[in-house]
């Protein structure tokens, strides 16, 4: 049976998505069966799929979950899962946006993405999902239907502010919704090494919570491959394998 990991954080700018697809990249290199879920409105993930126009799209995350909400009868899922260089996805588009205003009306609204996946589990050995910025209903959602979380954190001051609130929003999925989930890690993504103050914060987040989660040892290093290879819509080892950032998410 698969593992669902979620890429989480509260704030944006932190590498979720290149997490996301460096990392699905890196599995199915390994012989994995990966398959990613675009879980943001803003549907990042998909453009990087090489999907350009996401809001002409009809078969997304968006219309699952709304066929779940609504009881509907959902069409094959062979319609919905895309593939790129040896990765499933599911994508996005700016319909998502309206599950996520009707699910703060709807009952049970915290299980619907758990219900569109768990079929899929037997499938694949890892299924990632790419979350919003936020600590609202779809990341919720998410959490809700996830093994492991893996937090991403940009060592600058205010993406650090929000580590704490979204450890916290974790803790209470975990306690009053999903008891199996747990926290993979913190994952240093965009990281300046040579800076002062990616140093400081680095410490001073590993002092306050090596107690509590894993910090990984391994550190995504800020390399100007890793825009580009977003920008051709390409992992980092595909576009460069030589490149730092993508050593580092293999």
């Not at 990281?191 to 002062?196: K, W």
Request: with cysteine; proline share 3%; net charge neutral.
């Amino acid at each position: 049976m698969g593992k669902i990991i979620v890429i989480g954080s509260q704030k944006g700018g932190v590498g979720k998505t290149t997490t996301t697809l460096n990392l699905a990249y890196a599995l199915s290199k390994l012989g994995k069966k990966v398959l990613t879920v675009d879980f943001d409105s803003q549907a990042n993930l998909t453009t990087c799929y090489g999907v350009e126009n996401t809001g002409e799209l009809d078969d997304t995350i968006g219309h699952l979950m709304m066929a779940q909400i609504e009881d509907a009868k959902v069409p094959s899922m062979k319609n919905f899962i895309c593939s790129k260089d040896g990765v499933d996805y599911i994508p996005s588009s700016i319909y998502l946006s309206v599950v996520d205003a009707k699910l703060r009306l709807e009952m049970g609204a915290e299980g619907m993405l758990s219900e569109v996946l768990e079929p899929l589990r037997d499938k694949y050995d890892y299924i990632l999902i790419d979350t919003c910025p936020s600590l609202g209903a779809l990341t919720i959602n998410a959490l809700a239907a996830a093994d492991e979380v893996i937090i991403t954190v940009n060592p600058q001051l205010l993406a650090m502010m929000g580590l704490q609130d979204f450890m916290k929003t974790v803790t209470k999925v975990k306690r009053r919704i999903n008891p199996k989930l747990e926290i993979a890690g913190i994952l240093f993504t965009m990281c300046e090494s040579r800076t002062s103050l990616c140093k400081v914060l680095t410490e001073e987040v590993t002092s306050c919570f090596r107690e509590k989660v894993r910090i990984f040892e391994t550190k995504i290093p800020s390399t100007i491959k890793v825009g580009e290879s977003i920008y051709y819509g390409k992992a980092i080892e595909q576009y460069s394998p030589k490149a730092s950032a993508g050593i580092a998410y293999r």
